[in-house]
C-alpha cells in the first residue's frame, strides 16, 4: 500500500507565506509525477502544480509567479512553496502522486489533505 501524508496547512495573513509538504511511502516501485490540487468550500477540486520525473513543471495561471512546486526524490517528498497567499487561496490541499509499476501501468494515490485559511 501506498500513502500520502501532507503538513504545513496553517490560518496566516493576506500577504503571508506557507510551505505544504508531502511525503509518499509504502511499496513504490517509481513515481512518475507528484502535484498538488486544491478544493474550496463549495467549488470543484483544482490543479495547483504539478512536477513530474523530468523536474519539468505546469502552475495554476492563479498563482503562477506566487507559488512554487519542488520535489526531494531521495525522500519522495513534494513541497510547495506559497508567497504572495491571498483570501481566494483558501481551500484544502490535496497532494497527488502517480505511480508506476513494474509492467509500466500508473496508478493515482491521493492525500488527506491540509487546510490552508488566508484571512484578509
Known amino acids: 500500500q501506498v500513502q500520502l501524508v501532507e503538513s504545513g496547512g496553517d490560518l496566516v495573513q493576506s500577504g503571508g507565506s506557507l510551505r505544504l509538504s508531502c511525503v509518499a511511502s509504502?511499496?513504490?516501485?517509481?513515481?512518475?509525477?507528484m502535484g498538488w490540487h486544491r478544493q474550496a468550500p463549495g467549488k470543484q477540486r483544482e490543479l495547483v502544480a504539478v512536477i513530474r520525473s523530468g523536474s519539468s513543471t505546469n502552475y495554476a495561471d492563479s498563482v503562477k509567479g506566487r507559488f512554487t512546486i519542488s520535489r526531494d526524490n531521495a525522500k519522495n517528498t513534494v513541497y510547495l512553496h506559497m508567497n504572495s497567499l491571498k483570501p481566494e487561496d483558501t481551500a484544502v490541499y490535496y497532494c497527488n502522486a502517480d505511480l508506476g509499476d513494474p509492467s509500466g501501468t500508473e496508478y493515482r494515490y491521493w492525500g488527506q489533505g491540509t487546510k490552508v485559511t488566508v484571512s484578509s
Open positions: 509504502g511499496r513504490i516501485f517509481s513515481i512518475n509525477g
